[in-house]
């Protein structure tokens, strides 16, 4: 279970910093709106980091802790330097969002199997607040 967790922390950590870089470098039409919503972002991934890293704690684990290690074993990939417009840049959030939706499902698949409700639930509260964000960057690209 740990090491899924660690998969998931990973993912939420490289997200995060590549949130970050998103914000700083978005540009164009849509500007104002994007650079507000990616500071949203980005101030839910950092939150998710720590929340994964205690729950592994609580599991008797021990969370990654240095970016080597994320970069490792995320399925996030960083993003070089560059601007891109707000239409792209929701288009490579929402690409990320898919994979770690695929990753905590994958985690809740065995947190279940294992009857570990602790991570179970916590697992249950990622797969709303990442459902819900890749609802609404697809609304906003209709």
């Known amino acids: 279970m740990n090491q899924k967790l660690n998969v998931l922390l990973s993912d939420y950590a490289v997200n995060h910093r590549k949130l970050q870089n998103l914000h700083w470098y978005v540009s164009g039409h849509g500007f104002f709106q994007a650079h507000a919503t990616l500071e949203t972002l980005y101030d839910q991934a950092n939150e998710a980091v720590d929340e994964i890293a205690e729950l592994i704690l609580m599991n008797g684990g021990k ?69 819900k964000n890749i609802w609404m960057i697809s609304q906003s690209q209709r």
Not at 70 to 87: K, P, T
Not at 98 to 118: C, P, R, S
């Open 63 to 131: 969370p990654f802790a240095s970016m080597k290690k994320y970069l490792e074993a995320s399925h996030v990939q960083e993003r070089e330097d560059e601007y891109l417009g707000a239409s792209q840049m929701f288009e490579v959030v929402k690409g990320d969002y898919e994979l770690i939706l695929a990753d905590v499902k994958d985690a809740k698949k065995l947190a279940d199997e294992e009857d570990n409700y602790l991570v179970s639930a916590a697992l249950d509260e990622l797969i709303a607040s990442l459902s």
